[in-house]
């Protein structure tokens, strides 16, 4: 039902989009084929219809779009009509996909990547659309074309923040953070005293707020980035410690006792049972502790640091309006950390691979 929906909403915007462009026949003759060929979808109804030619349609519409769009001023009605024609094409195009791949017509691996490539690309072409079509200000929200451009021309600024806050902060911090965390725990899973002490303080310092710590590391540590790896090794200690501890307890009591039958000592139980059984626990405090370390060392930089630095450069783009600038930080920062999480996943999968959860393909 949702796809019949889809495809009246795709042919009826065409439709109309093509009697709202007549009195500017020939002007825009790309975005007209998209109206006429939009409305010969509506054929679909008594005949076959290739879900193929949805995505291609989809793709015509995003193309005709971006050509047509005014240098200056609002987009004409004919033109929104065909954002929401080529916006419902899209969708068509990714449910009949994604139907076609649960009844094993198409192979998942490779053809499953279409899906959200196709969902980001829509999500890049509305945003383009609308910040020129409806002229936002640029201090507002900046087209993806503008961002790409600034982009392109501070290569040099942008690599010099990466590893000003990237290489030299997060990971010697994220590093410190998580092997002084998994040590910690191992501790306090051998001393039922630090267990009752520590535990309960691990849980408090982990509510505190990354904005009432990053001033004094930054007292602490300087304003170079030594005081953002304090930071960040404040933000991943205690998951990794919280986590540990509780993949430690992971093994079943069947288990610790056939190690016990075998005469194994700590050690021998400690590396052979119950680290292979924190395994998972451990891989999900480092998949949390990837995004917190970057979060962790952008904000310590709002609160002092050399003149270099993603976060420097966020808090004084947007003090000089340079918003384009700003969001190219973020562009960054996001592929940074996606990278980073993806690595980290990608490791979990061949060390914790008796899992079932990555034998799922879940992880």
Known sequence: MLQLYLALIAGGCGLLGLAASLPTLGAAPLMQIFFAVSTLSLLRLVLPWPFWLDGVLAALGAWALIASLPAEGLMPLHHWLALIASW?????????LAAAIRAGKLPETGTGLVIPLIFGLALIVIWEVVTRGASVSPVLLPAPSAIATRFAASTGILWADFVQTFIKSVIPGYIIGCIAGLLVAIAVDRSPFLKAGIMPIGNFMSALPIIGIAPIMVMWFGFDWQSKAAVVVAMTFFPMLVNTVAGLNAASAIERDLMSTYAASYRQTLMKLRLPAAGPFIFNALKINSTLALIGAIVAEFFGTPVVGMGFRISTGVGRLAIDLVW????????????????????????TFWHPSVRGGRA
């Open 88 to 96: 419902a094409f899209a969708w068509l195009f990714v449910e009949r």
């Open 328 to 351: 190219a930080e973020i562009a960054v920062a996001a592929i940074a950390g996606s990278a980073f999480y993806g690595v980290i996943a990608l490791i979990e999968r061949g060390v």
